[in-house]
């Protein structure tokens, strides 16, 4: 997955993304700073969501 995100993100951040849970993200600003965050979901997002815990 790293490809996809051509190094601007660390190994933790990528590891993580199988495992938030529904409506959870992670906002890279730059390259340096990752923030984790909760979205709430519309009725149409929370039913593509699929993954996740």
Do not use: H
């Amino acid at each position: 997955m790293a490809f996809a995100f051509d190094n601007e993100i660390s190994q933790s951040d990528i590891a993580a993304i199988p495992r938030l849970g529904k409506g959870c993200c992670v906002g890279n600003i730059a390259g340096t700073t990752s923030v984790k965050f909760k979205w709430d979901l519309s009725r149409d997002d929370n039913a593509l969501f699929t993954g996740g815990i």
